[in-house]
């Protein structure tokens, strides 16, 4: 394990806990300017994260969902405070802090930790993914017909016009469950779920989850196969990567 990775699970984990302090406790909630949530545990828990950063590494490149980008290098550190604010504000524990960093936008390492849960999640580029201190890998499923399959919100599918594919896959799957979020993808890294259906994201959101599957063994792309960091992603164990992306594209 690099110090970087190190540096990055202590911080993330830092981070996560401290937003256990107003999880599942009345909890004002403030709407942004695209309709999605955020609160105090959001902004803390990025604060926190820059601070540990300046201190660790100063003047280095940091994005962040609630404090944007500080910084101009193509070497930075990407920030979900929380990955999956509407779960946290609802007091359901699939959600996460995320922690990515990356050089020329491809993301090195990347630490997921699930603080109501006690998971955490961790990958670096070319060393492997691990779980809660284990090496993890992605299912060995090979069929539609035996895999789950996890994705996010129905009105976002319709709204990105996923819903008729993801529905023809639906028919095709042995289980299908809104699972979303960073934790989602998760599902997929450590072979709990088979595909991963995420029609609209941003960069904070899928930084550190895709070098998390890709290093247990998945593929990560958007729904034309490229592997670039786009604004839409999917996350398979690799062997149904196909057949879903043509279920999209029939």
């Keep these: 394990m690099s110090p970087r990775l190190a540096f990055a699970i202590e911080t993330a984990f830092e981070a996560a806990r401290s937003t ?31 601070e540990r950063i300046a201190e660790r590494f100063p003047g280095e490149t940091v994005l962040g969902e609630e ?25 359901v524990p699939l959600y996460g802090t995320l922690l990515a960093y990356e050089e020329a936008d491809v993301p090195g390492l990347g630490v997921a930790v699930f603080p109501a849960l006690g998971d955490l999640v961790y990958a670096e580029r070319g060393g492997g993914a691990y779980w809660n201190g284990r090496p993890c890998r992605v299912s060995g499923v090979d069929r539609l017909e035996d ?25 095709r799957t042995r289980v ?11 599902l ?32 990560f792309t958007d729904f034309r196969g ?8 999917i996350a398979t164990n690799g062997h149904l990567h196909d057949a879903v992306l043509e279920a999209f594209y029939r």
């Design 20 to 50: 256990l302090a107003d999880f599942q406790v009345p909890l004002h909630t403030e709407y942004k300017g695209d309709s999605t949530p955020v609160t105090r545990a959001d902004r803390r828990a990025e604060r926190l994260i820059r």
């Design 67 to 91: 404090e944007g980008l500080d910084g101009v290098t193509d070497r930075r550190w990407v920030v979900d405070p929380i990955d999956g604010t509407k779960s946290f504000v609802a007091g």
């Design 147 to 171: 895999a789950t399959i996890v994705h996010g919100s129905v009105a976002t599918l319709r709204a990105c016009a996923r819903l008729e594919g993801y529905l023809s896959l639906v028919e």
């Design 176 to 186: 299908a469950r809104t699972w979303g979020d960073a934790y989602g993808h998760v």
């Design 188 to 219: 997929v890294a450590t072979g709990r779920a088979d595909v991963m259906i995420d029609p609209r994201v941003a960069r904070w959101d899928i930084s550190a989850v895709s070098v998390i599957v890709e290093e247990a063994g998945g593929r």
């Design 226 to 233: 490229s592997p670039s960091l786009a604004e839409e992603a």
